[in-house]
């Protein structure tokens, strides 16, 4: 336990320390911190304290403005420095919690800060690892037989997306204007989205990157995650139906990326570890077992093979709030562990052509749907393509996002009487720019 008090229900206990980067109102100066309860840590201030074998050496990390000199120290660093922070923080420990001067300068409430992007994010991949997320649009848009891509159960499939345009949460997104083709008999036609959407998502990134041309193996890809975040990949899905073909999405969703602030260390979550998903069934030896095994997910290859659990048991849920409601309503429930591709198997493939990832670099899971219509990460899901309404409060309705609406993703880890949880995410709409 930690001699800051902190409530059962508050994301930030003494099991989590996710780490951030924060500034004041009069001291501009962006630190890096660390959430405890409602206070922040300010590492910058402690830095002398820590004093173990690796991190004593490399203790100015805590004096930059980002996370990413820390993230880059590796594996064994992110854990020796935890043990630290959890020992500075215990109740048992006086060096801190007696000396009242240094704790004067050290804690500042969250209250009076002002968070900022936790990393200097260099590139940004999105992946597409929900199985539920990509049957329900493949069934949108190409039917039921033909709902997964023949590549989709042998691969992590992604994309490589705008790192600059990544924001952290509270930035306000402006609707993205492109091209869109609303009606297939005419002519491409140019304004602002009208199918204006979220994506429930989540975010590792990586710490300690790899060499140009040596893979990271499978077996060793827990040692390039630092932490997770929660994610907005927002979307605007007609400009992204018109032109997607062949190459992929580009003006749909580069416009704006929402992040949380917080970067929750693996080491956190490892307690809410689950098995992965099953992605084959037994193999038996009759002919008839074996014509059954044919229709049941394939065996990945071996660069993709790992038995530790790496899926992660993170509640999840989208609210949504319009101008004129008092309060948000949660319009999805949903859960980490409904990927299909764990984080571990996305980095060996994005890894396995020798491509070199640097500290920084942010991977995306995708949009995260489960089984359920009420589990559903998108309102292109949700409200099934524009076919069904999403019900607020007061008779409101949405098949898409209005200008004014304010999303705001939340995600935790319930424990026995604390949580590992990220904070929030969140995002309000503004109108499109004016015509030229």
């Given at each position: 336990?930690?001699?800051?008090?902190?409530?059962?229900?508050?994301?930030?206990?003494?099991?989590?320390?996710?780490?951030?980067?924060?500034?004041?109102?009069?001291?501009?100066?962006?630190?890096?911190?660390?959430?405890?309860?409602?206070?922040?840590?300010?590492?910058?201030?402690?830095?002398?304290?820590?004093?173990?074998?690796?991190?004593?050496?490399?203790?100015?990390?805590?004096?930059q403005s980002t996370l990413n000199a820390f993230m880059d120290l590796g594996f064994e660093a992110w854990r020796e420095a935890r043990r630290t922070l959890q020992m500075l923080l215990s109740t048992n420990e006086s060096k801190l919690r007696d000396d009242v001067s240094l704790r004067s300068r050290a804690f500042v409430h969250q209250s009076a800060a002002i968070m900022h992007l936790p990393a200097d994010i260099?590139?940004?991949?999105?992946?597409?690892?929900?199985?539920?997320?990509?049957?329900?649009?493949?069934?949108?848009?190409?039917?039921?037989?033909?709902?997964?891509?023949?590549?989709?159960?042998?691969?992590?499939?992604?994309?490589?997306?705008?790192?600059?345009?990544?924001?952290?949460?509270?930035t306000p997104i402006r609707r993205p204007r492109g091209q869109m083709r609303p009606d297939q008999t005419k002519p491409p036609i140019f304004g602002p989205s009208k199918q204006l959407d979220i994506e429930l998502e989540m975010a590792f990134f990586i710490g300690?990157?790899?060499?140009?041309?040596?893979?990271?193996?499978?077996?060793?890809?827990?040692?390039?995650?630092?932490?997770?975040?929660?994610?907005?990949?927002?979307?605007?899905?007609?400009?992204?139906?018109?032109?997607?073909?062949?190459?992929?999405?580009?003006?749909?969703?580069?416009?704006?990326?929402?992040?949380?602030?917080?970067?929750?260390?693996?080491?956190?979550?490892?307690?809410?570890?689950?098995?992965?998903?099953?992605?084959?069934?037994?193999?038996?030896?009759?002919?008839?077992?074996?014509?059954?095994?044919?229709?049941?997910?394939?065996?990945?290859?071996?660069?993709?093979?790992?038995?530790?659990p790496y899926t992660f048991n993170i509640q999840l849920s989208v609210a949504l709030k319009g101008q004129e409601m008092a309060e948000a309503v949660t319009i999805c429930n949903s859960n980490f562990k409904n990927l299909y591709w764990t984080m571990k198997q996305q980095l060996a493939h994005h890894t396995v052509n020798g491509c070199n990832v640097r500290a920084g670099d942010l991977l995306a899971s995708g949009t995260i749907s489960g089984p359920n219509p009420e589990s559903f990460g998108s309102m292109l899901e949700l409200s099934w393509r524009g076919s069904k309404n999403i019900h607020l409060t007061g008779g409101q309705t949405r098949t898409f996002l209005n200008d004014g609406d304010e999303v705001i993703i939340t995600g935790f880890c319930q424990g026995d009487g604390f949580r590992v949880g990220f904070g929030s995410c969140r995002g309000t709409i503004l109108p499109a720019c004016s015509s030229d």
């Open positions: 336990m930690s001699f800051i008090r902190v409530g059962p229900d508050c994301d930030f206990s003494f099991q989590n320390l996710p780490y951030g980067v924060f500034s004041t109102p009069d001291s501009p100066k962006h630190r890096i911190g660390v959430a405890i309860g409602d206070q922040i840590l300010d590492l910058s201030v402690i830095r002398s304290l820590f004093d173990g074998p690796i991190m004593s050496r490399n203790q100015e990390v805590f004096a260099g590139d940004y991949t999105d992946f597409y690892s929900s199985r539920d997320h990509a049957t329900n649009v493949g069934v949108m848009f190409r039917g039921k037989d033909n709902a997964l891509m023949p590549n989709w159960l042998r691969l992590p499939v992604g994309y490589h997306g705008r790192a600059s345009s990544v924001v952290v949460s509270g300690a990157g790899n060499r140009l041309g040596e893979p990271i193996p499978i077996s060793r890809a827990h040692e390039h995650i630092f932490g997770l975040v929660l994610m907005n990949d927002w979307s605007a899905r007609d400009i992204q139906a018109w032109e997607y073909v062949p190459l992929g999405p580009f003006l749909g969703k580069n416009f704006g990326t929402t992040i949380s602030p917080w970067v929750v260390p693996m080491e956190a979550l490892l307690p809410f570890a689950e098995p992965n998903p099953v992605q084959l069934r037994p193999c038996w030896s009759n002919f008839f077992s074996l014509m059954f095994l044919l229709l049941q997910d394939p065996e990945p290859l071996p660069y993709l093979q790992h038995q530790d």
